[in-house]
């Protein structure tokens, strides 16, 4: 396999499915039983705010049972062992890099463990609930919400993930549909700044044909084997 210097993984739900968590779009998803449009928009909270936080409350804990699978471990491994530069950017709320191993990790969507206060603006980590109203450790105001990027909204660091994406010499994608953007963006303006880009994911996603290679099949086979090529074991 040819030599990468600059490496960008993006990850998507499919990653973290064969640790138990569902992902969006598929035909048991999470938006099968909890429409999009009622969970996962500014519009849906205002709306109806203790259906979304029961929602993402039951989430939490979910992520909190879950545990990192050989996906996320190998990923973890190469954090540790490549020498080069690195950046993990996942569209996941969960933790499961982190758990696994991966420090150099960027969640663009938000935190699952993250609570936001939207009186002062502070952010805390977060593992209870918040459908009850908890006061905000720095301000005192019950209105926290979950720290996460719904529709509408402008996603975390993109500044730094496009810097990331120019200097690239390889950008792979794992277990993402490929339906939301600006994620979906990044193959192109990879592609644009010269990057060999490689998609890994369980059937091909509506990218697949921006992408100069696509593997099939389960995260926890194909994250390894690809691992292990670039650390040239
Ligand atoms: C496996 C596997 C296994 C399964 N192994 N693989 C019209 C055109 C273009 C854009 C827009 C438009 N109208 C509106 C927009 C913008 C909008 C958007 O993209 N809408 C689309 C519906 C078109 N985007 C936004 O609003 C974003 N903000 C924004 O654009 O701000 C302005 C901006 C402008 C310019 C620059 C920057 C910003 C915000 C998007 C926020 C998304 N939030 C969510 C919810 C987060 C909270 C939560 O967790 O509930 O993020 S939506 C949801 O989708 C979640 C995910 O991160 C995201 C992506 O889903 P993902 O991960 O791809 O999951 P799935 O289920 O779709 O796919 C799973 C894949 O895994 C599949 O491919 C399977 O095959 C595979 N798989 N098992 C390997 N074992």
Known sequence: MATFRNIVVLTGAGISAESGLKTFRAEDGLWEDHPVEEVATPEGFARDPDLVQRFYDERRAQVLAAQPNAA?????????????????????????????????????????????????????????????????????????????????????????????????????????SGAVYPAAGFVQAASDTGSRTLELNLERSAGSHRFDETRLGPASELVPEWVDAVLGE
């Open 72 to 176: 996320h471990e190998a990923l973890g491994r190469l954090d540790r062992e490549f020498g080069g530069e690195l950046l993990i950017v996942t569209q996941n709320f969960d933790d499961l890099h982190t758990r696994g191993g991966a420090e150099r990790v960027l969640h663009m969507h938000g935190e699952a463990l993250s609570a936001w206060c939207t009186a002062c603006d502070a952010r805390h980590p977060w593992r209870g609930t918040l459908r009850d109203g908890p006061p905000c450790p720095s301000c005192g105001a019950a209105a926290m919400r979950p720290d996460i990027v719904w529709f509408g909204e402008m996603p975390y660091q993109m500044d730094r993930i496009f810097a990331s994406l120019s200097a690239a010499d390889l950008f792979v994608s794992i277990g993402t």
